[in-house]
């Protein structure tokens, strides 16, 4: 038995048994050391920002973490982007980095580098494997770091570690400490604010706040209370249709989030961070709230955030009380759009079809602003969505839910022009056989750029502008990439082609994209 075996059994020991992986030579024995698990499902990535992107949807749908075996300081540092959102969506994640055998550093090969230094700013723990015994107590540690911080820890594995023996031990389950509480005179607080501001209250979620129940007692607080409620604007997932809490999210656009936050005079966070723009303009604020409001923080990302709601409804006597905001089944069938088809009539025709329990992975951008909007009163269902604004995450988050909930659809959102980033994991759908419906909303430009141009006060594109805000020259064919990787596709022009589409798509199992042509 050798290191990279003591790596596989200390995951497995603690129910890690998927690795999506970009492996190189210096992870061979860690390789090899997988094929002889079996139970250890192996997911292979043509690229690593596919990789970390697809272990992020899987954990974000599995509630345990996956891990990812990538190659030395380069392979990790193609990995960041995403290993960046999902820090952002306190997604548990082990990541497995490859390095040299700890004697071969000192003469600094061509894929030497400085890993830790890498991995810190998007890693919540980053620990170095010394020796191969202490591969296991590595191992043990990120586990726990990754589901209590939570987020993502990145372990490095010097070749040597892995090749070298150690000696057979009867492993058990390492045990994970308890989330933390909210203590008592922050509980007296929160509810004494929200009493007392009532309407001009809110609360704020993110997190495992955002499953069904503590939604639910969190609107029975605002219904004992009149306050209002909120999600993040970007959240790991949350569980919506009809029946469950309509949850609106803070507004991205600076000028809409003001205004939707302008009469909150105490806000409550679960785990979300205080509202702020995605960036600076000139002449704005940065804070979303007014100057005026008071924020409390009731628990934060390392908490146990719905023993939070709980208590704080039993503080303020609201257990029983009946639910606000909750989003009532539709009364008949909504009509589908007809004629030429652009953005609006693809969000329309998806949420009115959307199936019973699916999987909705968002990396829409500016094309699909009102499809989270159309889904209150869908049929029930999870949304994850990009959470960091690096872009290219959509196609792998597919990837990910897809393989954490096998009997599931799960319907993909994409831009055209972030799932260029990671376009490779198309390949990886087939190759898996992933029950994925990919919609690529294909404006052939970065639509939310033009935007942001007019944002900073720049409203006449010259011709160095246009070529780099836009991506028609060549015109995308995503029928024919998506086809080459081995997933069927076809393109609609028109509502009508879409739905007839869609429709098959939801019908057959495995991947399927439809180009929309907007």
């Known amino acids: ?39 250890m499902r192996c997911v292979l990535g043509l690229f690593e920002g596919v990789v970390t992107g697809a272990a992020d949807g899987y954990a974000r749908m599995a509630d345990k973490p996956a891990a990812t075996l990538l190659h030395c300081g380069p392979g990790m540092a193609n990995a960041l982007a995403n290993m960046h959102n999902a820090r952002r969506a306190r997604t548990p994640m082990i990541n497995v980095v490859g390095d040299h055998a700890t004697y071969h550093l000192k003469h600094d090969a061509p894929l030497t580098s400085d890993i830790e230094s890498l991995a810190r700013p998007m890693s919540q ?18 586990y726990v770091a990754a589901l209590t911080a939570p987020g993502v820890a990145t372990v490095i594995l010097p070749a040597d570690c892995a090749w070298n023996s150690v000696e057979p031990a009867a492993l058990k389950p390492v045990r994970v400490p308890t989330l933390k509480g909210v203590d008592s005179a922050t509980l ?65 656009p600076v000028d809409k989030a003001l205004d939707q936050l302008k009469d909150v005079d105490y806000l409550v966070l679960v785990g979300a961070q205080a509202p702020v723009g995605f960036f600076a303009y000139p002449g704005k604020p940065g804070r979303m709230t007014h100057d005026g409001c008071e924020i409390v923080t009731l628990a934060g990302p390392g908490d146990d955030l719905p023993a939070a709601i709980g208590a704080l409804a039993e503080e303020i006597g609201a257990t029983k009380t009946a639910p606000a905001f909750i989003a009532p089944p539709r009364q008949e069938k909504p009509a589908l759009p007809t004629g030429p088809l652009d953005g ?35 049929p029930q269902h999870d949304h994850i969505q990009l959470t960091g604004g690096a872009i290219g995450e959509g196609i792998p988050l597919a990837i990910g839910a897809a393989v954490a909930c096998p009997g599931r659809k799960v319907i993909g959102m994409q831009a055209d022009g972030s799932g260029m ?16 419906v990919t919609v690529v909303l294909a404006n052939r430009t970065y639509q939310i750029l033009h935007g942001e141009m007019r944002n900073v006060g720049v409203n ?50 495995g991947p399927f994209l439809i180009e929309a042509a907007i």
């Open 421 to 436: 980033y990671t376009v490779q994991g198309l390949w990886t759908q087939a190759r898996e056989k992933l029950d994925i």
């Open 125 to 142: 723990f980053v620990r170095r494997i010394a020796s191969a015994e202490d591969v296991g107590p590595a191992i043990e540690e990120a």
């Open 344 to 378: 609006d009539k693809v969000c329309a025709i998806v949420a009115a079809l959307l199936p019973e329990n699916c999987i909705v992975c968002e990396e829409s951008g500016s094309s699909a602003r009102g499809f989270y909007q159309d889904c209150h009163s869908a």
């Open 188 to 252: 007296r607080a929160a509810a004494a604010g929200l009493r007392k501001h009532g309407r001009r209250a809110a609360i704020m979620l993110t997190g495992l706040a955002l499953r069904q129940k503590p939604m639910e007692t969190a609107a029975r607080i605002c219904a004992a209370t009149g306050a209002r409620i909120f999600s993040q604007t970007s959240n790991g997932r949350t569980e919506r249709g009809a029946g469950r809490v309509a949850m609106p999210r803070v507004f991205y």
């Open 1 to 39: 038995m050798n290191g990279a075996d003591r790596l596989c059994d200390t995951l497995l020991t603690n129910a890690v048994d998927v690795c999506f992986a970009n492996p190189g030579t210096s992870e061979m024995h860690f390789v090899a050391a997988l094929d002889r698990k079996p139970q």
């Open 460 to 509: 006449d594109f010259g011709r160095n502008a246009t070529l780099m805000l836009n991506i028609d020259e060549p015109v995308l064919d995503w029928v024919m990439m998506a086809r080459g990787m081995g997933v069927e596709a076809a393109r609609a022009t028109t509502a009508e082609e879409f739905v007839s589409l869609f429709k098959a798509a939801l019908a057959r199992k």
